[in-house]
């Protein structure tokens, strides 16, 4: 059974299309959103399990996945460096560094009071944010249908979120431990305090929906190079892991203390190596759909298919975890399915064309 698309086209606009598909067969779409939540979700299983053991592993589990990426770029997208680059290089530069100063500035928020009910909000606006960059930038507008189901994704994934939060920190007794000093001459109850880190909170957001706009007007100007943007983007920022490598190389050392996991034909395995491999590997598959969804689709798209993988991640914690699922979380549910069906728009009652 073949897949049909809605395309949405108003003749006296440009950019109310969904996917593009001049290359690309209409199956390909549905397969790479069904990669993206099959790799990006296992990849959630293997870092589950490999923090449970060792906690404080991030920096070795980041750099193997950065590192595994850019090999497999240099080898087989690169050809060992006889494949030139089709973008410039000081495109990919200005690309990494919208995705750091993102990274930094949302983290960095919390060391203005910020309440973690309110970070998690802005985190969950990633769909608001792109359809106002998307406005603002290309100048692109949407019928009304999509600002509703944007609007009912973005409050589902809020009442999820903030729910689960509730249950945690109802089954955890409060503790008191250090927090990060302000910066100085800031006072963390100050109004004005609160108002500068969300300040930084907004123009977080602002900078990773603007990443989004940018990698889709890279592709529409250079073509569609997805897997050497892949590629230069997890090369760059390599050398940013040296100061992290006494930390990388301890818990390397814990790895390979683990217990051994018999592992044909290679013999016995330390089983958190065994654990780390898988997550790279699920890690890449994930990534570089991410990646190919992006040189097809507008970044609203992909935003959006990125929050549902999110919020998929979400309920599969709830039933891994055995954690209640409550009201709120049914309120949420339900609101995600309708925002996402609004906006799929899979009955074509929304549609100014033919199906194609």
């Given at each position: 059974m073949y897949f049909s698309f809605v395309v949405q086209v108003n003749s006296e606009r440009k950019g109310h299309w969904n996917c593009q598909q001049e290359e690309y067969t209409v199956m390909n779409i549905p397969l790479i959103i069904f990669l993206v939540m099959l790799g990006c979700c296992s990849n959630v299983i293997f870092l589950e399990c490999?923090?449970?053991?060792?906690?404080?592993?991030?920096?070795?589990v980041t750099f193997s996945?950065?590192?595994?990426?850019?090999?497999?770029?240099?080898?087989?997208?690169m050809r060992c460096g006889k494949e030139q680059s089709k973008i410039p290089l000081r495109e990919y530069i200005i690309m990494v560094c919208l995705f750091f100063g993102s990274s930094v500035l949302n983290n960095y928020a919390l060391n203005f009071g910020i309440p973690m009910p309110l970070h998690m909000i802005f985190?969950?606006?990633?769909?608001?944010?792109?359809?106002?960059?998307?406005?603002?930038?290309?100048?692109?507008?949407?019928?009304?249908?999509?600002?509703?189901?944007?609007?009912?994704?973005?409050?589902?994934?809020?009442?999820?979120?903030?729910?689960?939060?509730?249950?945690?920190?109802?089954?955890?007794?409060?503790?008191?431990?250090?927090?990060?000093a302000p910066p100085s001459g800031l006072d963390r109850s100050s109004p004005a305090t609160l108002a500068l880190g969300v300040a930084i909170l907004t123009a977080a957001l602002l900078l990773a929906a603007r990443l989004g706009i940018f990698q889709e007007v890279l592709y529409r100007d250079y073509g569609r190079h997805s897997q050497q943007a892949l590629f230069i983007t997890h090369t760059l920022p390599l050398p940013l892991f040296v100061p992290l490598l006494p930390d990388i190389y301890h818990h390397a050392q814990l790895f390979s203390q683990s217990e051994p996991v018999l592992l044909a034909p290679f013999g016995a395995v330390p089983k958190l190596w065994l654990l780390l491999g898988c997550n790279v590997v699920t890690q890449y598959l994930c990534i570089s759909m991410v990646f190919r969804l992006t040189e097809q689709c507008t970044s609203l798209v992909v935003t959006l298919v990125v929050t549902l993988r999110k919020f998929a991640s979400l309920l599969f914690s709830i039933w891994y975890f055995s954690n209640?699922?409550?009201?709120?979380?049914?309120?949420?549910?339900?609101?995600?399915?309708?925002?996402?069906?609004?906006?799929?728009?899979?009955?074509?009652?929304?549609?100014?064309?033919?199906?194609?």
């Open positions: 490999l923090t449970k053991v060792h906690p404080g592993c991030g920096n070795l996945q950065f590192l595994f990426i850019a090999l497999h770029g240099f080898i087989f997208t985190k969950s606006g990633s769909l608001v944010a792109n359809l106002f960059m998307g406005m603002v930038v290309l100048r692109r507008f949407y019928p009304r249908h999509k600002y509703a189901a944007v609007a009912l994704v973005t409050v589902g994934i809020i009442l999820s979120t903030i729910a689960s939060q509730s249950v945690k920190s109802a089954e955890k007794p409060a503790v008191e431990g250090p927090t990060k209640p699922f409550v009201a709120q979380h049914w309120l949420g549910a339900a609101l995600v399915l309708a925002g996402t069906l609004l906006f799929t728009d899979p009955c074509g009652m929304f549609a100014v064309q033919t199906i194609i």
